[in-house]
């Protein structure tokens, strides 16, 4: 992908699950956000390790019983990311996930995803969308925070007994009245 090379949105039913293969959406960790979390410029570093979330179609299947959505962005025909939604137990819009192939980070696609996942949200009549991320994204937390979302909440057991222990789950939000 070419940093001038077109991003295309789409939702979509179903996981491109052949696609996906050729993506790499892991990414390195050596930082994280300084307490209280809310300047995601605010680092201090932490052992370096790589960090993938894998994905897997079944986990969508089962996300919720409720509304969902699904969009793909594309870009000369490959996929470049993905963002997944649907409706949290309070009402508000959750984005489950977004992830932007390593390939194509700093082209604008996790800024595309928001617009159109922040445009559905607002056609299915949500006024909040939340997301969550852990400490050691950083760059995560600054797309959220260019793009409008404040940090709402974290929690330091989330993660306490599991592979990721350690991380801290930071909780972003949007209102979008």
């Not at 992908?1 to 390195?28: G, L, W």
């Not at 928001?114 to 797309?143: H, M, Y």
Request: glycine content about 8%.
């Amino acid at each position: 992908m070419r940093p001038t090379d077109p991003i295309q949105i789409s939702q979509v039913e179903d996981f491109p699950t052949a696609a996906f293969a050729a993506c790499d959406f892991s990414f390195d960790i050596s930082q994280a956000i300084v307490f209280p979390y809310d300047d995601p410029r605010q680092l201090h570093p932490v052992p370096s390790r790589r960090k993938d979330y894998g994905w897997d179609p079944a986990d969508w299947d089962g996300a919720t019983s409720g509304w969902k959505a699904l969009f793909i962005a594309r870009s000369n025909d490959h996929v470049v990311g993905y963002a997944r939604m649907s409706e949290y137990w309070n009402g508000m819009a959750d984005l489950a996930e977004i992830a932007v192939d390593r390939r194509a980070r700093g082209r604008g696609v996790a800024a595309a995803l928001l617009a159109r996942v922040e445009g559905c949200a607002l056609d299915k009549g949500f006024g909040l969308i939340r997301l969550e991320t852990q400490s050691n994204n950083p760059a995560a937390c600054r797309v959220y925070a260019r793009a409008g979302y404040t940090l709402g909440g974290f929690d330091h057991k989330l993660y306490a007994d599991g592979p990721h222990e350690g991380e801290v789950a930071l909780f972003w939000y949007k209102d979008l009245r």
